[in-house]
């Protein structure tokens, strides 16, 4: 996709105020498009061919705000900006919007996750487009041209609406932990069951450690807590420039530019912030995290309320392959270790702690 | 709200308009910017006389550029091709019937003795044979006896030298759908006709049909896109494309000389049709034909 000048940036503005909105709701965004006359886009002399090239590009730099790794609350921003997009657009008959078969399961994904949340307005607004037909279902993302090497340019597309992804929760969420607790008690029972003593199994049985999971668990929140000292370091660095002492510290956290890092930090804290609901099915069963470190607070529990909510709730993944495990662990006391050293990526020391590599899903 | 925000936005797009506003001196469709969204568009929506002939949903479309075979150094960035889309349910014969090239069309030997004899022979006619090679199996097409499997000499070739291509097959053309095949996109694939004419094949796309397209099967394969090669025109009249060719000619300013129907046989050839002067004469078939 060559570039339509102007095109792309206005696309993210829009996107960007959308973001800042801390909203999802249809009417916000309406207002937003209306405040910018952004039907206005298609509008200017044009010819039919330019015409038709120009929507089918505008529809599909949005589009690719629709698909992951960007924010839900992005990804409800881009599903409007295509509904907006599609019915402003002057070509006749309309130009569709291409979805390739490897995204669509994601769609559907995102579709139950809107409807999970209780985010109707969204969901009506994806059906809407589905009943105009205004999707062609491709095999492939974008429709292949060929051009001489010298024009081809790479696209950059908005890091700060990438939606960040922590390695260690992705991991360990609370369905894999769930999911362990229920292995364990199984296991402990079934050694009962086969032990002398019915109510506690033998002592050659006792293979692994007991405290297993909880220790698991720590080990994430300490993570997670440690992870969120860094960002709130971050952003107090970038936006506080009194503290001389924190020069050495900033210039070690300023390897990804201070700027886009403090951005990050913001909205990744909002994302923490954001509460998650159990999907149903689980929910008899669930497990109640508490911080077991002794002098901090405990870690909220999982909102149950089913309540439709005003601000942006980020929906739990369902079978992807991304579970993102916002496992509001959040802690309320955080100290501002300043003195902190910048550890990458925690490994887990004991072997047995290795996360599972494949999820197991009933 | 800052009262400035609801200035700002679209103003770099705008912007970018108004830049165009001022560079452009003469803003009009050019003649071929017209025909290319006419090619484009000119089948959209389009529906069956006969409810038969209508396109199921679930049809897979398929876009193919065919490019041409010839290689000129100023084609060197931007290789002429035509688009087509075909549905998953055609014979790959359909979409060989659909190829236009001038190789089919050319007309072979020298006829300045009797110039009324030569359209009656079209390459097309004679030569019949002609192969798809996708994915490791040539599809030649056998509908016709006279068709020869033009592909054999390649897989001996390939077999006696023991070249690394183990498994290559050839079938019948007419035995197969696309939705038979298994078919890289982007991928370039081979279209072989008159022995040696050889084109490339890219398929760009597969996606369900939709209700806007044109869903008259009989129209497909549909012709999309293709390339505007310049025509030859005659060397006397300077309007008409060419239709002749001539060597060694007695009467002509250069060698070789292109003329026109007309004005080949006005120049070449008495009231009562006795040839005049010296001259060989050849049947020349102009690649922009099927502009
Ligand atoms: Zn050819
Ligand atoms: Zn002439």
């Avoid at chain 2, 549905?87 to 019937?97: A, I």
């Avoid at chain 2, 090239?101 to 079209?122: M, N, R, T, Y």
């Avoid at chain 2, 999309?224 to 009467?251: E, G, I, P, Q």
């Avoid at chain 2, 006795?274 to 690649?287: C, I, M, Q, R, S």
Wanted: hydrophobic content about 35%; overall charge positive.
């Amino acid at each position: 996709m060559s570039a339509v000048p102007g095109l792309r940036e206005d696309c993210e503005e829009l996107l960007g105020a959308f973001l800042q909105a801390d909203t999802v709701r249809f009417e916000r965004f309406a207002e937003l498009w209306r405040e910018r006359r952004f039907h206005t886009i298609f509008y200017g002399k044009m010819r039919a061919l330019q015409r038709k090239k120009l929507t089918e590009k505008t529809l599909d730099l949005a589009q690719q705000y629709f698909l992951p790794p960007y924010y839900f609350q992005i990804r409800v921003g881009a599903l409007y900006l295509l509904y907006g997009l599609y019915n402003a657009q002057r070509c006749q008959p309309k130009q569709k919007i291409r979805i390739a078969l490897k995204d669509w399961p994601e769609i559907q994904r995102f579709h139950l996750d809107l409807l999970d949340c209780q985010h109707y307005d969204a969901a009506y607004i994806l059906r809407k487009l589905r009943l105009a037909r205004a999707f062609h279902f491709t095999a492939m993302p974008k429709l292949l041209t060929y051009r001489s090497k010298k024009k081809i340019e790479e696209e950059h597309f908005k890091e700060e609406f990438r939606d960040p992804c922590n390695r260690v929760n992705n991991l360990i969420t609370n369905d894999i932990l769930e999911e362990l607790m229920n292995i364990h008690n199984h296991y402990q029972k079934m050694k009962c069951v086969i032990s002398a003593d019915k109510s506690q199994p033998d002592k050659a049985l006792s293979l692994i450690k007991d405290d297993f999971v909880v220790n698991l668990k720590d080990l994430a929140l300490e993570h997670q807590e440690w992870h969120q000292n860094r960002l709130k370091l971050l952003q107090s660095v970038t936006e506080t420039d009194e503290a001389e002492d924190r020069k050495k510290e900033e210039a070690l956290l300023k390897s990804e530019g201070s700027e886009r890092a403090g951005a990050l930090a913001r909205i990744k804290y909002r994302s923490y912030t954001a509460p998650v609901e159990v999907s149903k099915s689980r929910r008899h069963r669930q497990v109640q995290f508490e911080s077991s470190e002794p002098g901090s607070s405990c870690g909220k529990s999982p909102s149950r309320s089913k309540k439709p909510s005003r601000g942006p709730q980020t929906p739990r993944r369902r079978g992807s392959s991304e579970v993102r495990g916002e496992m509001q662990l959040a802690k309320e006391t955080v100290t501002q270790h300043i003195g902190m050293p910048i550890i990458i990526e925690e490994d887990s020391d004991g072997g047995e702690l290795s996360p599972p590599k494949s999820r197991r899903r009933r | 709200m800052n009262f400035f925000l609801v200035f700002l936005p679209l103003r770099i797009r705008k912007k970018a308009l108004e830049r165009r506003e001022e560079t452009i001196i003469v803003d009009r469709a050019c003649r071929q910017e017209t025909l290319t969204y006419e090619m484009e568009s000119h089948a959209t929506g389009k529906r069956p006389d006969n409810t038969t002939d209508l396109i199921e949903e679930g049809e897979l479309l398929l876009t193919l550029n065919i490019f041409y075979p010839v290689i000129f150094q100023k084609h060197k960035d931007h290789k002429p091709y035509q688009t087509v889309l075909v549905l998953g349910s055609q014979k790959l014969t359909e979409l060989r019937d659909s190829i236009s090239c001038v190789s089919d069309l050319q007309i072979g030997g020298e006829f300045s003795s009797q110039p009324d004899q030569a359209p009656e022979h079209i390459s097309k006619d004679h030569y019949k044979s002609a192969f798809f090679y996708f994915e490791g199996i040539f599809y030649n097409d056998k509908r016709y006896p006279e068709c020869r499997d033009l592909s054999r000499t390649i897989i001996e070739w390939s077999e006696s030298h023991d070249r690394g291509y183990e498994n290559l097959r050839s079938v019948k053309m007419e035995d197969y759908v696309f939705n038979d095949l298994s078919l890289k996109i982007g991928f370039p694939y081979l279209y072989c006709h008159q022995g040696d004419c050889e084109h490339i094949i890219i398929i760009t796309d597969i996606r369900l049909i939709h209700h806007d397209d044109c869903l008259d099967r009989n129209l497909y394969p549909l012709l999309v896109k293709k390339h505007w090669l310049c025509t030859r025109k005659c060397f006397v009249c300077k309007m008409y494309t060419a239709r002749w060719v001539t060597n060694r000619d007695s009467l002509a300013p250069g060698d070789p000389c292109f003329f026109c129907d007309v004005c080949f046989r006005m120049l070449h050839y008495d009231a009562e049709g006795n040839k005049l002067g010296e001259f060989l004469a050849y049947p020349y078939v102009d690649p922009g034909i099927f502009n």
